[in-house]
C-alpha cells in the first residue's frame, strides 16, 4: 500500500492550537501491509475464537454494538473529530488506514452467564522488519467475565511497524480485565487503537504499559453508554533516547451514574517527546456520573518535550469531574537524603522509575509476564 502520514487521536474539542497539542501525526511513510500469527494458550470453556475480515468485523459491529448517538453541536463544541459509527482512540483515519492494509480481525466471544477464573494470554511476537496489522474484537456476553493479556514484543534492536486496533464490547453486567503489554525494539514504531461500548452495568478494567518503540501512538475511546457502568485505566509508559510517546484516552459518560478512573504514571529520558491528551466528556444523559483523571509525569533530564492536556467537557448538570497533572523532576531533598545512605543519582533514578513503573506491571495477574516487564524496565537504565 502507498505509504502516507496520517492524523491520529484527535480531542474531542479543539483547545490550545498553537502548542500542536490537538492531535498526533504520524509524519513518516508508514505501512502495516502484512498480517501477524495470533498465540492463544488454551481458551477455557465458553470462549471462542473465530478469524474475519475487517468488513465482517465492521459489520458485526454496526449489528451487535450499543449505538453511539452523534453529538448536536453545543456552545461551539463540533463534534468532526470522531466521524465514527464505533468509536476508538486513534480515529477514523486509522479506521481507514488498517481497512486499506486488508486487516485481518481475531474475534474472542465470551457465552453469556460465563465466568472465567484463568487470564487468557494473547502473545504477538514481531520480527525485525516487520511491517504488521492486526484487529481484535472483543465480546463478552450478558453477566460474564474475562480477563485477557494482550502481549506485542520484538527483539531488543528491532524496528518495523506494529498496528493494532481493539474493539470491545460488553453487554449487560458483563466486565472485561484488559492488559495490553508494549515491549518492542527501539526502532519499531507502534500504533495501539481502543474502542469499547459498555452496556448497563458493564465495567472495563484496563491496563497499559508502554516500553518500547521509537515512536508510540496509543489512543483509546470508552463509550459509557448503559447505566451504572465504569471504567478504570492505569497506563504507564517510558520515553527514552529520542522516542516519542503520543497516548489520547477518551471517556464518553453518556449513562446515568457512570463511574470513570484513570490515571496515568510517565516517565521521560535522554531527548524524548511525550505529548498527552485525556478527556472525560459528559454527556446529556449523564446524570449522576463521576469521573476523574490524573496523570504524573517524573522528567529525568533538561532536553525533554512535554505536552499535557487534561481535559472535561460537560452538557449535564448534577455530575463530578476532577483532573490533575503532577510534572517534574527528582526532589532536591530526596536526592541529598538518598546521597547521605550512599545512592547517587543514577541510583535513585532507577529506584522511583522501578516504584512508578512498577506499580502498574504489578496489577498484571500473570508473574511471567510482570517479570519480563521489570526486566525491560531495567534495561532502559542499565547502559
Known amino acids: 500500500m502507498s505509504k502516507t502520514a496520517m492524523k491520529v487521536g484527535h480531542i474531542p474539542s479543539l483547545t490550545w492550537n498553537r502548542l500542536e497539542a490537538n492531535e498526533g501525526t504520524v509524519s513518516q511513510g508508514l505501512s502495516a501491509s502484512t498480517e501477524v500469527e495470533t498465540r492463544f494458550e488454551e481458551l477455557p470453556q465458553g470462549v471462542s475464537h473465530l478469524r474475519m475480515t475487517g468488513k465482517e468485523a465492521a459489520d458485526w459491529l454496526r449489528k451487535h454494538a450499543p449505538e453511539e448517538k452523534p453529538e448536536a453541536v ?5 463534534p468532526i473529530y470522531h466521524p465514527q459509527t464505533f468509536g476508538t482512540g486513534l480515529g477514523a483515519e486509522y479506521d481507514a488506514f488498517l481497512e486499506k492494509a486488508g486487516t485481518a480481525v481475531e474475534m474472542l466471544e465470551v457465552e453469556p452467564d460465563t465466568k472465567c477464573d484463568e487470564p487468557v494470554t494473547w502473545s504477538v511476537n514481531f520480527q525485525d522488519g516487520s511491517e ?3 484487529g481484535q474484537l472483543i465480546h463478552v456476553g450478558e453477566n460474564s467475565s474475562l480477563t485477557l493479556l494482550i502481549r506485542a514484543a520484538s527483539g531488543r534492536k528491532d524496528s518495523g511497524t506494529a498496528a493494532f486496533s481493539t474493539k470491545i464490547v460488553l453487554e449487560k453486567g458483563a466486565s472485561l480485565f484488559l492488559a495490553k503489554a508494549q515491549l ?8 495501539d487503537d481502543t474502542g469499547a461500548a459498555l452496556s448497563e452495568d ?20 470508552t463509550e459509557l453508554i448503559g447505566a451504572r457502568s465504569s471504567f478504570e485505566a492505569h497506563v504507564g509508559y517510558l520515553g527514552a533516547g529520542k522516542g516519542e510517546v503520543d497516548v489520547n484516552y477518551n471517556a464518553v459518560q453518556r449513562g446515568r451514574r457512570t463511574n470513570v478512573q484513570m490515571s496515568f504514571d510517565g516517565v521521560l529520558k535522554d531527548e524524548s517527546q511525550k505529548a498527552f491528551r485525556g478527556t472525560i466528556d459528559f454527556r446529556k444523559g449523564s446524570k449522576g456520573s463521576k ?4 496523570e504524573n509525569v517524573l522528567l529525568l533530564s533538561d ?4 505536552k499535557t492536556l487534561p481535559i472535561i467537557l460537560c452538557e449535564e448538570e448534577d455530575v463530578e469531574g476532577r483532573h490533575g497533572a503532577s510534572i517534574g523532576q527528582l526532589d532536591g531533598e530526596m536526592l541529598f537524603y538518598m546521597a547521605t ?15 512508578r513503573l512498577g506499580a502498574v ?3 498484571i495477574p500473570d508473574l511471567p509476564l510482570r517479570a519480563e516487564l521489570m526486566n525491560k524496565i531495567e534495561e532502559a537504565f542499565a547502559e
Open 74 to 78: 453545543i456552545a461551539g463544541k463540533v
Open 132 to 134: 504488521a496489522s492486526q
Open 184 to 191: 518492542l525494539g527501539e526502532g519499531y514504531t507502534f500504533l
Open 202 to 221: 458493564a465495567s472495563l478494567k484496563m491496563i497499559q504499559i508502554e516500553l518500547g518503540g521509537a515512536k508510540v501512538f496509543v489512543g483509546t475511546q
Open 291 to 294: 469521573g476523574d483523571e490524573q
Open 303 to 306: 532536553n525533554i518535550v512535554n
Open 341 to 355: 545512605r550512599g545512592i547517587d543519582r543514577k541510583e535513585a533514578e532507577q529506584i522511583m522509575v522501578r516504584a
Open 361 to 363: 506491571a504489578r496489577e
